[in-house]
């Protein structure tokens, strides 16, 4: 069962545009939300992290914006770069030592 | 700042090998963990290690063995690699063990079995 859901699989966007990433969970014990970029042949690093008490944060130009209600986040890339070509990965842990869960990864391609 | 090394980077077996991949972390971390990634599937927890000497099964634990011989180093064994498998093993670490704490990833161990 797959607890923590991203949408969609695969998406490109032109150089300039503003991609959104989304990622919806059902444990609504979850509060903690990072945000991990991995290239190709790379391992994951984490690029931004939110916490349900926040319904948004900002990183440059990633933003994650977070509704609790509806227990769905999105990660907002603005002015998108080549470089920004990769997987992103949402995950979700709660706060008593539990593993966190990943999602299956949304490939982002920026096309120049 | 610190490294994750995973060895060896391409790992090609037969069906029913015992293979073993290893994991070396200098971030001098507690917890160290295994991950599977499949295309399409996202990264699962295979086993995690809170401190040197211990071990903890995560969802898909069958099938592996792991072993945290020292705190730096965390290997993974596959018991009975099985035919056609192909899938990129994770070595992450971090300060504490739980889900709000960084985890920083290896460059991943690439399985094909024939």
């Known amino acids: 069962q797959q607890q923590v859901r991203q949408s969609p699989q695969s998406l490109t966007v032109w150089e300039g545009e503003t991609a959104i990433l989304n990622c919806s969970y059902e444990?609504?014990?979850?509060?903690?939300f990072p945000w991990y970029q991995q290239f190709p042949g790379e391992g994951p690093a984490l690029l931004i992290a939110i916490r349900s008490v926040s319904d948004k944060k900002e990183d440059g130009r990633f933003t994650i914006f977070f509704n609790k209600r509806e227990k769905k986040l999105s990660l907002h890339i603005t002015d998108s770069q080549p470089g920004d070509s990769a997987t992103y990965f949402c995950?979700?842990?709660?706060?008593?030592?539990?593993?966190?869960?990943f999602g299956a990864g949304t490939k982002l391609s920026v096309k120049p | 700042g610190g490294i994750i090394t995973q060895t060896p980077k391409f790992l090609i077996g037969q069906e029913g090998q015992k293979l073993t991949l290893k994991c070396q972390q200098n971030f001098n971390h507690d917890t160290m963990y295994w991950y599977r990634q499949d295309s399409g599937k996202g990264l699962r927890l295979i086993y995690y290690?809170?401190?040197?000497?211990?071990?903890q099964k995560g969802d898909l634990s069958e099938g592996y063995d792991a072993s945290r011989e020292k705190k730096s180093s965390f290997s993974l064994t596959v018991t009975s690699a099985q035919k056609n498998e192909m899938a990129v093993f994770l070595c992450?670490?971090?300060?504490?063990?739980?889900?709000?704490?960084?985890?920083?990833f290896g460059p991943g161990t690439r399985l094909l079995v024939l």
């Open positions: 995950a979700a842990s709660t706060n008593n030592n539990n593993a966190p869960r």
């Open positions: 290690s809170i401190t040197e000497n211990d071990l």
């Open positions: 444990n609504s014990a979850f509060d903690y």
């Open positions: 992450a670490s971090s300060i504490l063990w739980g889900g709000q704490d960084t985890q920083y």
